[in-house]
């Protein structure tokens, strides 16, 4: 993805937070490359096992019910 150093200057934390890890971000000022910005690759899983043991689950009843394309 590319952006200019205003648009960046604006947008900044949106910016960062669209990125992937290890995907790229370049910044150009009057059409030459200034500065690459990368996301940080992820250093622990976003969740920890059991997280949800204690959270009420609700499962519509139709759940396994066949979808209507597969329907004869």
């Not at 960062?16 to 030459?32: H, K, Y």
């Not at 899983?45 to 499962?59: E, F, H």
């Amino acid at each position: 993805m590319t952006v200019t150093l205003d648009e960046a200057a604006g947008r900044f934390p949106e910016l960062i937070a669209g990125l992937n890890p290890s995907e790229n971000l370049l910044i150009v000022q009057d059409g030459q490359p200034l500065a690459t910005l990368t996301r940080s690759p992820l250093t622990s899983w976003p969740c920890q096992a059991g997280t949800a043991k204690d959270k009420i689950l609700c499962i519509a009843p139709d759940f396994d019910a066949p979808l209507e394309e597969f329907r004869e």
